[in-house]
């Protein structure tokens, strides 16, 4: 929700720039989806008593991610070829790491959290 708050209130500075708001706020709702899911298989992958199991769900939800967003990237080629937004894109690819490093900020604070972490 900041991150869409704050493409809203940067509406016009980023429209100047030539940056498509609606391609930052699919992309951003895209992310946030993808991150809850990756987020529900890392969390699971913490609770887990076994490392293979740990390492399963961990490994499941960075590729389910990653897959997600790159879907995401060639629908939205395929679609547009030649007018696709490519300052739009690239700030996506930046929430990407914003999403990522809550992700793991939180997680890291969790596993602490747990005794047999």
């Keep these: 929700m900041v991150i869409s708050l704050l ?5 016009n500075p980023l429209g100047s720039w ?3 708001m609606k ?3 699919g992309g951003n709702l895209i992310l ?3 991150a809850l899911l990756s987020f529900y298989l890392f969390r699971k992958g913490l609770q887990s008593s076994s490392t293979g199991g740990f390492l399963r769900m961990t490994y499941s939800g960075m590729f389910l991610k990653m897959g997600i967003c790159i879907l995401s990237a060639v629908i939205y080629g395929l679609i547009l070829r030649s007018r696709i ?4 894109l690239l700030v996506c690819f930046l929430f990407y790491f914003i999403y990522t490093f809550a992700e793991v ?3 890291l604070r969790l596993s602490k959290q747990q005794k047999d972490a």
């Design 7 to 11: 493409l809203i209130a940067l509406g």
């Design 18 to 20: 030539g940056v498509d």
């Design 23 to 25: 391609v930052l706020l």
């Design 32 to 34: 946030f989806l993808a």
């Design 85 to 88: 937004n490519k300052p739009a």
């Design 105 to 107: 900020s939180i997680l």
